[in-house]
């Protein structure tokens, strides 16, 4: 299509001129012979740029153009002065007021058809920039409605609620960032006797870690008695499936190849009856056990991360637990919270405030732990999510 130029004149001369060889370089023409006929061509026509005289009878060139730019319709013209005041002054106020340009007559024809090309070619690339924009937005839109459906799946992932069981308290936390990311945890009642735990970090954030924490979650579901897998629950047998030989399959099941993910997890199996966990960590922080007596133990052992093709062994602990102990479970971005002056909050700093709270009950202590953290990081983004898992060992006898 051509591109539309209104010339907006007095003169019935500079308007013949104009048109004739604007129409001869390929651009449709329209005229208007004062301001006022002006403003209503501009809104009819819809030109693509506006060759405006300065001094004309009722309102001049400088309150046409003015009132060109006050209007969001049509404020994005752009508009050429064409004047006979060469001043600098009259340059600048017609600037001032929103002119792309100012020709001084009389003018040059290969000037005025340069300086028109030119603002053309700007308005061109500002509409192009603006549909880009537009397209972008549009997607981003989808994208965004995309990412809140993906992390409403990964929430409810999550327990639901704390399982109820005769011998424990459970209380859970989770406080996501704004990306969706990596972090699931899970209590599985293996039988009567045995409670399954397990903490796990994707590594990154997005999309991609999210597609992989679906994954794994799906994998760690327990498959009973019909699953060749290592999977919490039981093998073949109707034995329940070590923590060393779950992490191995899983080692095995997602190489780094495969999504181009590390991952972190601790699991432990829970025997009520013998009141001990068993336990194997995949360099995942390590548990906190909070023993009634004041003292406090980490679960280290373990091996690396997964995915890196079993070149270390899932190491198994076993530990005695006693009524009144407290499990924690956690991932590291309790540690990497930082607030708005830079600061970390830090493994030293999360672990004292755990101590501290020994006493109260688990779903107390992780309440005061979330309400830390949100006022250490006084309003600030979030940079990873933050898991919590507590269990409390009641007295068997009560």
């Known amino acids: 299509m051509k591109e539309k130029i209104l010339i907006v004149d007095d003169s019935p001369e500079t308007r013949i001129l104009l048109a004739r060889f604007l129409g001869a370089s390929g651009y449709d023409i329209e005229e208007a012979q004062d301001g006022e006929s002006g403003l209503n061509r501009v809104r009819e026509f819809m ?197 060393g030989e779950v992490l191995k399959a899983l080692d095995a099941e997602y190489p780094w190849e495969r999504f181009e993910k590390f991952l972190t997890i601790i699991y432990l199996i829970i025997d009520l009856r013998q009141g001990n966990l068993i336990y194997s960590s995949a360099a995942h922080p390590p548990p906190m056990v909070l023993h009634a007596d004041g003292t406090v133990e980490f679960l280290e052992k373990g091996g690396t991360v997964i995915g890196l093709d079993g070149i270390l062994p899932f190491e198994e602990e076993q530990r005695k637990i006693l009524p009144g102990d407290k499990l924690l479970c956690y991932t590291d971005g309790v540690f990497e919270m930082m607030n708005k002056k830079g600061e970390i909050f830090g493994e030293n700093r999360f672990y004292d405030l755990a101590k501290s709270l020994i006493h109260l009950p688990v779903h107390l202590m992780l309440d005061e732990i979330i309400a830390t953290i949100r006022n250490f990081v006084d309003g600030a983004k979030l940079c990873d999510d933050v898991s919590l898992v507590g269990i409390g060992f009641k007295d068997r006898k009560k």
Request: charged residues 25%.
């Open 47 to 243: 030109p693509d740029l506006i060759l405006l005289d300065i001094v004309m009878p009722g309102i001049d060139g400088y309150q046409v153009c003015e009132r060109i730019k006050a209007d969001p319709e049509i404020k994005d013209i752009p508009v050429i002065f064409l004047s006979v005041r060469s001043e600098a002054e009259e340059k600048i106020k017609g600037l001032a007021v929103g002119a792309a340009d100012y020709i001084t007559k009389p003018f040059h024809r290969g000037e005025v058809v340069a300086r028109i090309e030119n603002q053309l070619k700007i308005r061109r690339l500002t509409d192009a920039l603006k549909a880009a924009n537009a397209e972008l937005t549009e997607k981003q839109k989808s994208l965004d409605e995309d990412l809140q459906a993906a992390a409403g799946i990964q929430q409810g992932m999550l327990p639901q609620q704390s399982p109820q069981i005769k011998d424990l308290n459970i209380a859970w936390k989770f406080m996501p960032c704004e990306q969706i990311g990596g972090d699931i945890f899970n209590i599985l009642r293996l039988d009567e006797d045995h409670v399954g735990i397990y903490m796990i970090d994707i590594s990154g954030h997005g999309v991609p870690s999210a597609m992989v924490t679906f994954s794994v979650f799906q994998t760690l579901q327990p498959h009973m008695g019909c699953t060749v897998r290592k999977t919490p629950g039981f093998s073949p047998d109707y034995q329940i499936v070590p923590p």
